[in-house]
């Protein structure tokens, strides 16, 4: 089996919204330029793993890396102390709760060949919590609602539902970078009733590449981005915008323009940038499948 699945938790945000994109995606390889960003955050993760290890008495030797320094030590740590004190609360409400580190959680009863890595679960009677690190710094993550945690969620549940009496499943994403700290609960219910009216359907579609393509936030962090036709008729869409006829345009109409225009401009950074690729390539390459640059230098 792959290091990741097909049907990952963390892209379940984009393979839920937009069901066939995991197969379209499969065509493509990882950007060069994400795998910093990628490096890093397995480094802090490493750290942090070792540091909870360390404030539970277990055993664990401090990870090297060329990416530590004093912000990734100060997150850690903060995060460590966090995640302690969550561990305090449920000692509190239960005398032996479960504390697993960095878990593989397989969620496979409710999406085909579905697993994920939870960073951290506190398993105790009532209350099963999950947290994750995040240690990006684009954008603050939510826990309501997100399907990362809710996917986690129910592959812990697949571990402990039989041991203890699971209510409620609490949810947390700290992400110390952006002084972020998000915490959601659902009830067991919820979620199973979530994943009959939600998750099931959609996973079905996805793992065959069928359903509709829905362009949103979440293409960002899709392989098919820069040349994925739903995404570029959306946003050429956007870009026909209709005003109405007096011949000033009114302040709700330029903020509608400056949305819209913030909107393009990552567009056009993606094309721009899977374009200039080929232009790489192209001092080896025979000049006819550079059509891109050729098409560009004409136009000059
Ligand atoms: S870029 Fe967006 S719309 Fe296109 S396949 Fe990926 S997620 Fe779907």
Redesign the pocket.
Known sequence: MGKHALLSASSSK?WL??T??AR??EQFKDEPGGSVYAEEGTAAHALAEHKLKKALKRRSKRPVSDYHCDEMEECTDGYVAFAMEQVELARQECKDPVVLIEQRLDYSAYVPEGFGTGDLLIVADHVLTVIDLKYGKGVAVDAEWNPQMMLYGLGALELFDALYDIEVIRMTIYQPRLESVSTWEISVKDLMEWVEMELKPKAVLAIKGEGE????D??RF?R??NT?R??AE?YLRLAQMEFKQPPLLTDEEIAEVLKVADELAKWSADVYAYVSAPMIKCKKTPKKKCRFMAERRKKR
């Open positions: 984009r919204s937009c066939p994109s379209l995606e393509y829905h362009s949103g979440w293409c899709c098919a981005k994925c739903a995404r959306e």
